[in-house]
């Protein structure tokens, strides 16, 4: 049996959208849903703003990781790897501490 094709959608972008930054993400989940928190955390600030919500299902979390580790893989093959922080640090400070380059004795 044929499976119809999937017809494309018509995704409209309003004009009017603020886009958000974020560094920080928080990821929660209950057994229907999946909760991503996007936030603003900035150096010497004790407080986290969280600046967006979405919340989607476990089959669309799945879909959306699929499509960004897609998408990271073309960025790394135009752009070279991204690098992440060593095992065994602080993710943390890893990340707003900065990555360290390397120097050439290491």
Known sequence: MNEPKPKPLNVELPGELEPVYANFALIAHSRSEIFLDFAQAMPNQPKVRVKARVVMTPLNAKLLLRALQENLAK??????????PGQGEDLARAFFGGIRPTTPEE
């Open 75 to 84: 960025y790394e093959a135009t752009n070279g790897e991204i690098p992440l």
